[in-house]
């Protein structure tokens, strides 16, 4: 699953890079070195990944609550030999560390496609189309 997700990650990177590749460019041929260009869309990234683990941690958090208060998906006792589900225990502290695993691995695995921004020529690039 993490493999699958890294691999969703470093495309949609490749695109947005192939997207804004007059801009890289542009900044290249205005001195910017190829560091501070990684950044811009390593920061990018970043704040997709982020928006993305709040979206998730308040709708996966949020189906939680919902079926412990008010069992909106009743089990068949007959199927499952249970009448509800299973009690979960919720640590503060697993969240906050898998959304920082998360964050921390999606990263590393992004900084392997914005290596191609050190391989764009500034002249090819803005005349990129």
Excluded: H
Excluded at 63 to 77: I, S, T, W
Excluded at 81 to 107: D, F, H, R
Aim: glycine letters at 8%; a positive charge; one cysteine or more.
């Amino acid at each position: 699953m993490i493999l699958v997700a890294g691999i969703n990650m470093i495309t949609a990177l490749l695109v947005l890079i192939l997207e804004r590749t007059q801009m890289i460019g542009i900044l290249k041929a205005l001195g910017s070195n190829n560091w501070s260009i990684r950044k811009l869309f390593l920061y990018n990234a970043s704040y997709l990944i982020l928006l993305g683990l709040f979206w998730g941690n308040l709708l996966g958090l949020g189906l939680l609550f919902a079926q412990k208060y008010f069992k909106l998906f009743p089990l068949d006792p007959s199927v499952y030999y249970v009448s509800e589900a299973p009690p979960v225990y919720i640590s503060l502290g697993y969240i906050v560390g898998l959304n920082i695993g998360t964050l921390i691995l999606c990263l590393l695995m992004l900084l392997i496609p914005s290596y191609i921004i050190t391989k764009i020529s500034p002249v090819k690039a803005i005349r990129f189309q």
